[in-house]
């Protein structure tokens, strides 16, 4: 009696932000909260691409432009941009800007394709693989390297 082996894919969720024209996947492991925008508290010297801190819930968190970080037109913000709060094991969390949240998506291993990080500049730096959601692509963050190493507010 044959039967096949069947070998279950491990998927991921992102979810899937606008900034700009283009749609990015968030992995959701890093995801913390989502929340509308607010007032930003402007930081004096502190790096062109990070707008400020918010308070929430008593937490300051300084929040990053990721237009900004990636050398895109600066932020407009509208009803659907959001504050997306990214929490690591190690630093501590931060806000990044995003234009608006799409959906949460379900990526499989076979659904990716690695980009080679060896001639990227630009926005393509901060990007570890192009997911293939139906007929959409969706461009992956590698969230470390939009981080680096959480350069400090």
Known sequence: MDYME???ETKKQYIVVKIGSEQYGIDIGYI????????????????????GVINLRGEVIPVMSIRRKMGLADDEYTSASRIIILKFEQKDALGIVV?????????????????SHSTT???????????????ELVSLFDINSIIDEHEAV
């Open 32 to 51: 913390d909260n989502i929340v509308r925008m607010q007032k930003i508290t402007r930081v004096p010297t502190s790096q062109y691409y990070f707008k």
């Open 121 to 135: 500049e630009g926005k393509e730096m901060f990007i570890n693989g192009i997911g293939k959601n139906g007929d």
């Open 99 to 115: 234009d608006e949240v799409k959906e949460v998506i379900n990526l499989g291993t076979s659904n990716i394709d690695k980009v």
């Open 6 to 8: 069947v070998v279950e």
